[in-house]
Every structure is written in structure tokens, then in C-alpha cells.
């Protein structure tokens, strides 16, 4: 029987955004005010090490009991929300199936019969949803349906259902996190033209999710193990500092206009600190660009516009310079508040603005 990931593609409302990230909850909602929305709540509370580790929860108890208790305190009563899981989790394809199958046939051939084919693990593990999106021809001049496929192994979903069941709250949607990142920036990519693809580049805690998206929807999608902690951690290695979980030093800082020469030779003239920071950043520029020229080599007919930095990491001062020097690509760093044009009563601290991009997207989904 058709076990869905839970209402991805529906239109819900009247709940909370909740996103769960390895080092911290954040908690937000959203009402729609004239043309804009306006901020109602935003919560963000630090999640202890051992709970969440490399997007999998380990202690949903705990996670569980952090969830109410964050509630409780800030005097939350909504019931229902809107979660994610991590992209590194889930399977998102493009699936060309006949145009002319009603809906009741081409659901029963994407679900039962195409998912099969793209799936790495048996049909029976995974929880399924799709989108229609639209028409094209193929090259035999065929009319066909392009189609969203997303799968999520069932022992992740459960976990979050078991998770937030324990929280005493109802799980409204659970879609993949970058889907909520690419609600919340949708303005931005309307600029975008049906042939330019945009890198969608998330720096969070444990990892970098890297999306490429055309039109809206992801085409290639990949995560690198390297995150805001990693960066940090060879920071503090390098200036025989204690590693810590809170990256708000890593956050203030600023890269600095440094040769991709200086880099190879060590002739930077900075301190090591930076210099083991930048090391880090080399390596996540070289990720990059082999997903970029992956992609590039599969879609001869796309080209790369623009690079977007998203997540806690993606505020991190002049990184866009820094990626735009190396990849010779135009990089932009994202505030999803200003992408919302969001009315608040209370100003946002701007280290915090970069990595609301998920819950925001979140939020809208239950305004």
C-alpha cells in the first residue's frame, strides 16, 4: 500500500515551522499580512551533543523532551508543524513519464512500477511522494510529463513521527529540508530563465547540501561532509584553542582576499588559524566544482548563473568573494528574512539571519 512521505506536496496551514538541525531547534510562525508576512514567533534553542548526529536522531527521548520543554517555556500551543528531513536522507529524481495517463495511471507507474528504477534499496523500505510538474517532448518528439520523485527511507520517517508523537505535536508536513530552503527563496530564482541553473549551497552544522536547481525544482542534489564545525574545528586546531559545538566565532568572521597561489604555497602572510580556515574552504571549492561539472556534463543545454550561500555558514564575511574568485561563478550570500521582506516586532540578530532559510521555509508552509 502507498506510504507517503507525509503531505510533501499538500497546502497546509494554522501550525508552527520546526526545523531540527544537529546543534539547535528553531521554531518559527508565520501570518500573512497584506501583500508580506509578519514574523509571530521565533525560537531558537541549542540541541546537546549525542542527540542528532550526521541527520539521524539517536536519542528521539531526548530530542523529544527538548521539543515540549522548548514549547512549554515559550508559551507555544500550537499542535501541528511542519519538519524536514535532512537532503542527505532522500532521493529526489525527474521521472518522464506518458502524457497521456490520467492521474489514477500515472500515480500507480510512478509509485509501483518507475520508482523501482531509482531506488537503491527495496521499494518496501521507503516512503514515496511526487509532483506533476510539466509537458515537454522528448527527442523522438513525444509528449511527455516531467515528474517529482522524492523517497525517504521508512526507518528516517518513522523516526521523525516517533519523535514528535513522544513532543505531543502532529506532523502536518515532513518534506525534505532544501524544498523549504527554495520556498523561502523563490523570489530570487523567478530571475532566473529556464535554461540558467542556480547552485543552491547550504552550509550547515555537519555538512554542505548542495543543490542545482532549474525553474525552481532541484536537478542534482549532493552533500559534502563539510560544515560550519569542521571549519571551525580547523580554526581552533590551528590556534591550539578547545573545539567547541558553538560556531558564533567562526560566524563574525571575515575571509580575507587571499591568492589561490598564496593558498597552494602557504604564502599567505595571515595567521594560521585563517590559513587552516581557508584549507577547509579550498576543499569545499573543489566539491563544488566537481558537483558543478558533473552536472554541467549531463546537461549540456543548461549553464550555471549564479552561486547562492544559504545556512549558518553561508553569512561567513565575504565568502561570496571568496567562492566567486575560485569558481569564476557570480556567488550571492542569502538573508532570508530580507528575501521575505518580513515584518517583525523584534529585530533578528544578523549572525543568526543565514541559517533561518529551512524554518522560514517552514513557516510557510502552515501560514
Known amino acids: 500500500m502507498f506510504n507517503s512521505v507525509k503531505n510533501l506536496f499538500a497546502k497546509k496551514g494554522n501550525g508552527i515551522g520546526l526545523e531540527i538541525a544537529p546543534e539547535r531547534i528553531n521554531i518559527v510562525q508565520l501570518r500573512k ?6 514574523l509571530v514567533t521565533f525560537v531558537t534553542e541549542e540541541v546537546p551533543e549525542g542527540i542528532i548526529e550526521e541527520g539521524r536522531i539517536l536519542d528521539s527521548p531526548a530530542l523529544a523532551e527538548l521539543i515540549r520543554e522548548t514549547l512549554d517555556k515559550n508559551n507555544i500551543k500550537a499542535k501541528k508543524i511542519a519538519t524536514a528531513v535532512p537532503m542527505r536522507e532522500s532521493i529526489i529524481r525527474l521521472i518522464p513519464i506518458p502524457s497521456e495517463l490520467d492521474d489514477q495511471e500515472l500515480k500507480d507507474m510512478v509509485l509501483n512500477h518507475e520508482a523501482g528504477l531509482y531506488l537503491p534499496y527495496p521499494r518496501e523500505e521507503v516512503d514515496l511522494d511526487y509532483q506533476k510538474l510539466g509537458f515537454f517532448e522528448d527527442e523522438d518528439g513525444i509528449e511527455k510529463v516531467q515528474v517529482l520523485l522524492v523517497a525517504t527511507r521508512r526507518e528516517v520517517t518513522d523516526m521523525y513521527l516517533e519523535t514528535f508523537e513522544q513532543a505531543e505535536l502532529e506532523i502536518d508536513v515532513l518534506e525534505i529540508n532544501s524544498f523549504a530552503l527554495i520556498r523561502t527563496i523563490r523570489e530570487q530564482l523567478r530571475a ?52 567547541k559545538r558553538d560556531t558564533e566565532m567562526l560566524q563574525g568572521m571575515t575571509i580575507p582576499n587571499t591568492p589561490v597561489d598564496g593558498l597552494r604555497t602557504g604564502a599567505t602572510g595571515i595567521n594560521p588559524g585563517m590559513a587552516a580556515l581557508l584549507r577547509v574552504l579550498g576543499e569545499l571549492t573543489d566539491e563544488l566544482r566537481r558537483s558543478i561539472d558533473f552536472y554541467l556534463n549531463q546537461s549540456a543545454d543548461y549553464e550555471v548563473a549564479q552561486l547562492l550561500l544559504a545556512g549558518p555558514g553561508g553569512g561567513i564575511g565575504q565568502l561570496d568573494e571568496f567562492f566567486t574568485n575560485r569558481l569564476s561563478l557570480p556567488a550571492e550570500q542569502i ?23 529551512v524554518a522560514l521555509g517552514l513557516g510557510l508552509r502552515e501560514v
Do not use: C, H, W
Not at 33 to 38: H, I
Not at 195 to 222: C, K, M, N, W, Y
Open 33 to 38: 499580512q497584506g501583500q508580506n508576512y509578519k
Open 192 to 243: 532566473f530563465g529556464p535554461q540558467e541553473a542556480v547552485v543552491l549551497v547550504d552550509i550547515e552544522f555537519e555538512s554542505t547540501e548542495i543543490a542545482i536547481i532549474v525553474d525552481g525544482v532541484p536537478q542534482f542534489s549532493r552533500t559534502v561532509p563539510i560544515g560550519t564545525f569542521q571549519l571551525q574545528s580547523a580554526l581552533s586546531r590551528a590556534m591550539n584553542l578547545p573545539t
Open 335 to 357: 538573508d532570508p528574512v530580507t528575501a521575505l521582506s518580513l515584518e517583525m516586532d523584534e529585530e533578528i540578530p544578523e549572525i543568526l539571519r543565514p541559517g533561518l532559510g
